[in-house]
């Protein structure tokens, strides 16, 4: 389950770009290190030895997301990066089943009206944390018209929560 948090833009970026840098520079540092191994190892003096950087390159590559999933994951300078993650995620979760969800919100069904709310909520989100607002001001009548149809019918129109039951429930729409 994911939960929709506060959280400042501008720190998110500033935090983001942080954890890129540091993982970019892991990675450029094992890849060389790994390619330089490689050709040292198995490679020819003089000759072309571009399988054994490529090889070197792709355990580098390997390395860093080792290293990411294991020792910096549950870093706090990563938990910006990994919440924006863990948000598109779930919201690509919810485009994989846009269709069900808006048939679902068709037939006036409070799964699919709720999703669609988180999805609305999660997207606004996104967009500002990415600062593409140009993006989020074409979806504001969509927005604004399904949260006063939630209003109308007297649901919560904080939907914050990616309860996958409703993603079960709307798959069942055509």
């Known amino acids: 389950m994911f939960e929709i948090q506060p959280i400042d833009p501008a720190y998110y970026r500033q935090q983001t770009r942080r954890s890129t840098a540091v993982i970019a ?52 300078f990563m938990a910006p990066a990994i919440y924006g993650w ?13 269709h069900h969800v808006k048939a679902g919100v068709a037939r006036g069904d409070e799964s699919a009206m709720k999703l669609l709310r988180f999805y609305h909520l999660g997207v606004s989100q996104m967009h500002q944390l990415d600062g593409n607002s140009s993006e989020l001001s ?3 009548g ?33």
């Open 25 to 76: 520079l892991i990675f450029l540092a094992l890849a060389m290190l790994c390619a330089t191994l490689s050709t040292q190892a198995f490679g020819t003096p003089g000759g072309d030895n571009f399988k054994w950087n490529l090889i070197g390159v792709v355990v580098g590559l390997g390395l860093t997301i080792a290293l990411v999933r294991q020792q910096l994951w549950s870093r706090p």
């Open 86 to 98: 863990r948000l598109k995620r779930s919201l690509m979760r919810v485009t994989n089943v846009m």
């Open 138 to 140: 074409q979806m504001v």
């Open 142 to 174: 969509e927005i604004d018209s399904h949260r006063e149809a939630m209003e109308q019918r007297a649901l919560d129109i904080e939907q914050t929560r990616l309860d996958m039951a409703w993603l079960e429930r709307v798959k069942t729409f055509s």
